[in-house]
């Protein structure tokens, strides 16, 4: 406290974020608060969404930006919705869908898919297995990690294709081909996290 109070900080805000989603729209809010807010020491921690979720529920956090929004009410924790991104397929490099303009999610019913865990992002997970089955299939999961980067190093690897939000195309690598997808609803809307009542100070300016 005394040295944020000698840098001029009056109040800290310890706000969540997943790495996978830092897209430059979420850099710019950091940044802008931090230009509007030069008494607050922002405090940022990156996990991923189940824990995030932990994290505020217990207090440990004041919000977070906790990925894709839940599709069903969660005890004593508010949503927000902040922004909306295109899903994508990755392929590893030669596979037989790279030349496509875009991918219909029809066309990966027999792939071997890659996927973030159910446990680390439940949501995400969710609204994965959703388009599979609307597309007539249910994924053959081989593969799952904790974060949306280890997904993408085991595509790179070729053990199977995983789709991922169109942020994640920044580190992709040569690896790895990024094809849009063509059926409607592929994409995934993000949310803001915080404990249930009106976010206080200046929380409600994130």
Same mark, same amino acid.
């Given at each position: 406290r005394?040295?944020?109070?000698a840098?001029?900080e009056?109040?800290r805000l310890?706000?969540g974020f ?6 430059p ?5 950091f940044?802008r608060?931090?230009q509007d807010?030069p008494g ?29 929004t839940?599709?069903t009410p ?10 909306r991104e ?6 590893p490099r030669g596979?037989?869908?790279?030349a @496509? !303009?875009k991918?219909?999610?029809s066309?990966?019913? +027999?792939?071997?898919?890659?996927? /973030?865990?159910?446990?680390? &992002?439940p949501?995400?997970?969710?609204l994965?297995?959703?388009l599979?089955g609307?597309a007539g ?5 081989v593969?799952?990690?904790?974060r949306?980067?280890?997904?993408m190093?085991?595509?790179a690897a070729?053990?199977?294709?995983a ?8 580190i @992709? !690598?040569?690896?790895?081909?990024a094809r849009p997808l +063509?059926d409607?609803?592929?994409? /995934?809307?993000?949310?803001? &996290?915080?404990r ?6 200046p929380?409600h300016d994130?």
């Amino acid at each position: 406290r005394a040295k944020r109070a000698a840098r001029g900080e009056t109040a800290r805000l310890d706000i969540g974020f997943v790495s996978a989603v830092l897209n430059p729209e979420l850099i710019g809010r950091f940044q802008r608060f931090r230009q509007d807010h030069p008494g607050v020491q922002l405090t940022l921690h990156d996990h991923p969404p189940a824990e995030l979720m932990r994290a505020i529920a217990e207090g440990r956090l004041d919000g977070a930006f906790v990925g894709a929004t839940p599709t069903t009410p969660t005890a004593g924790m508010v949503f927000i919705p902040w922004s909306r991104e295109p899903l994508m397929v990755y392929l590893p490099r030669g596979h037989r869908l790279q030349a @496509a !303009g875009k991918v219909r999610m029809s066309d990966l019913a +027999a792939e071997s898919f890659v996927m /973030v865990a159910a446990e680390s &992002a439940p949501c995400f997970s969710q609204l994965i297995h959703e388009l599979c089955g609307h597309a007539g299939f249910r994924p053959k999961v081989v593969q799952e990690a904790l974060r949306g980067q280890a997904v993408m190093v085991m595509v790179a690897a070729g053990a199977g294709v995983a789709i991922l939000p169109a942020a994640m195309a920044r580190i @992709a !690598g040569e690896a790895v081909v990024a094809r849009p997808l +063509a059926d409607k609803g592929a994409s /995934v809307t993000y949310a803001f &996290a915080h404990r249930t009542g009106a976010p206080e100070g200046p929380l409600h300016d994130l």
